[in-house]
């Protein structure tokens, strides 16, 4: 343990710091004590970063647990409010609103906290109806990288004017300040939710009854086109929800259209238990194999579905894991370290996509390349970069939480969820 002995000496007894493999750790217990806690770190400039199963990143750098933070501060139905604290598991949040028939509007594994989901704002399966988790949230608590306490928003969501300032430290990655509480927004449990899981053996395939679907179906919440090693071949994943009317007849058409191309079409009848395994499955900023690359690419969405057949060999293909979330213009791709494509591949990929305008983002690489986080997240706007400066200079001064990096992404894209 590398920690600050002054940072240690100063701590409350009741604020004891363990030791375990990923650094050290200390749990904090309130708000208050987080509080303490930062302005403690920035008097002996001590590193904090929020404990979300990583490693620390930076060798004296002190991991917060907040998984005591978790209650519901309020909780108001009959408006689809409510305020909780960050350190809440998914599952539990999922619970309280289950009592209420309500739910969040986008799904992420239960195991994860808020916290970890706000500061990354993670890919959902639901972002082909709902968009981003910022849009739903409505005001937040945080302190600050210099120990201020700050509110942004509020529990009515037309005092929320100008600026809105918290959706700022949305996707932020916990550079600006730790957030504490959140108000969101939630919505009612749908009369009725209908999941199909279409299989194919080639992409095209997949793609094309894709754009089908889409003229079809008007109620669709979830939908993507995938191809994992566990799945052999393409699936299509669609989840219709709504009006128990709508979503009969539209589920008519699915299965109508499922006849006419002859394909194999799976129905998941046990609609919520599905969503939340395929949620798991497809989490692949958290992947099973820790020796992985992901990246993420942007594109319009006319170039996004056919340039993988642009840039990739058929082997190449075949040894990657694809996940395209419908109207979403992302596309993730997944490789375990022994099949990562050649050098002058994935510098083909770059090139293309930087000609249409678009960006890629290196999520998560095996330790054998991490050189590529420097060679493709590269910051190439100078008003992003001058605007991500000034923010850490007035929230963060003594760079005590994580540090902004060189190379957010590629085509002047913003790394904090835009």
């Known amino acids: 343990m590398t920690v600050s002995n002054t940072f240690l000496a100063a701590l409350s007894s009741h604020l004891p710091i363990t030791s375990s493999e990923r ?21 002996t400039k001590t590193p904090l970063e929020p404990d979300l199963g990583q490693a620390t990143t930076r060798p004296n750098a002190v991991l917060l647990d907040l998984s005591p933070l978790n209650r519901t501060l ?69 302190i600050t990288g210099d120990g201020h306490l700050i509110h942004y928003g509020g529990e009515v969501v037309k005092n ?3 600026y809105d300032m918290g959706k700022l430290f949305i996707g932020s990655h916990h550079r ?5 509480s959140v108000v969101l927004k939630v919505l ?10 279409f299989h194919f053996d080639e992409l095209d395939h997949a793609l094309r009854l894709s754009q089908k679907l889409n003229q079809l179906v008007s109620s669709a919440e979830m939908f993507s086109v995938f191809r994992t090693k566990s799945t052999f071949g393409w699936q299509v994943l669609l989840s219709l929800s709504g009006l128990k009317t709508v979503v009969q007849t539209e589920s008519d058409r699915v299965h109508q259209e499922a006849q006419s191309l002859n394909t194999d079409l799976q129905e998941l009848f046990l609609a919520p238990q599905a969503v939340q395994r395929w949620t798991h499955k497809l989490d692949w900023t958290h992947p099973e194999e820790p020796e992985a690359l992901v990246i993420r690419v942007a594109l319009p969405q006319k170039s996004l579905l056919d340039f993988p057949y642009r840039i990739f060999s058929d082997a190449e293909l075949k040894n990657a894991d694809m996940l395209i979330p419908m109207h979403t213009q992302q596309l993730w791709l997944r490789w375990v370290s022994v099949h990562v494509p050649p050098g002058e591949t994935l510098e083909a990929l770059k090139r293309m996509v930087e000609s249409q305008q678009g960006f890629i983002e290196v999520m998560r690489v095996p330790a054998a390349l991490l050189h590529l986080m420097d060679q493709y997240n590269q910051e190439t706007n100078p008003v992003l970069s001058r605007w991500t400066t000034s923010l850490k200079q007035q929230y963060d001064p003594h760079g005590i939480l994580m ?9 002047g894209a913003s790394p904090y969820g835009a």
Do not use: C
């Open 23 to 43: 650094g050290p750790i200390l749990v904090v217990p309130s708000v208050e004590d987080l509080h303490s806690v930062i302005r403690l770190a920035n008097k």
């Open 74 to 142: 309020s909780y108001r139905p009959e408006e689809h409010l409510i305020t909780i604290e960050s350190g809440i598991r998914i599952d539990q949040l999922a619970s309280t609103l289950e009592g209420q028939d309500q739910r969040l509007a986008l799904t992420y594994p239960g195991d994860r906290s808020l916290l970890s989901v706000l500061g990354n704002e993670q890919l959902s399966l639901q972002s082909t109806r709902y968009g981003s988790l910022r849009q739903w949230v409505v005001g937040i608590h945080a």
């Open 160 to 162: 929320v004017t100008g």
């Open 176 to 180: 600006f300040g730790l957030i504490t």
């Open 188 to 197: 009612p449990k749908p009369e009725m939710t209908r999941s199909f899981l």
């Open 403 to 411: 540090p902004v990096p060189q190379a957010p992404a590629i085509g």
